[in-house]
């Protein structure tokens, strides 16, 4: 998707409440470029970890 977009910075994506990612930044919009940096930063901490490709992983989501 990312490829293919023609705006991959444009916001595709808008919270009525900020997301905090992960890495500590919060969202109100994201772009596919943003979403794609976010997901890189964990893949590379979850592989520093230890986890490899098809390891199960938990996931915790929550609302303040």
Known sequence: ALKASPAPA???LY???ALR???GRSYR???LAEL???ADQ?????A???VRAAD???VCTYHW
């Open 48 to 50: 520093a970890q230890g």
């Open 21 to 23: 990612s992960p890495t």
């Open 36 to 38: 794609r940096r976010e």
């Open 29 to 31: 919009e994201i772009s």
């Open 42 to 46: 964990l893949a590379f901490w979850y």
């Open 15 to 17: 919270m009525e409440k």
């Open 56 to 58: 199960p992983v938990a």
């Open 10 to 12: 444009a916001p595709i």
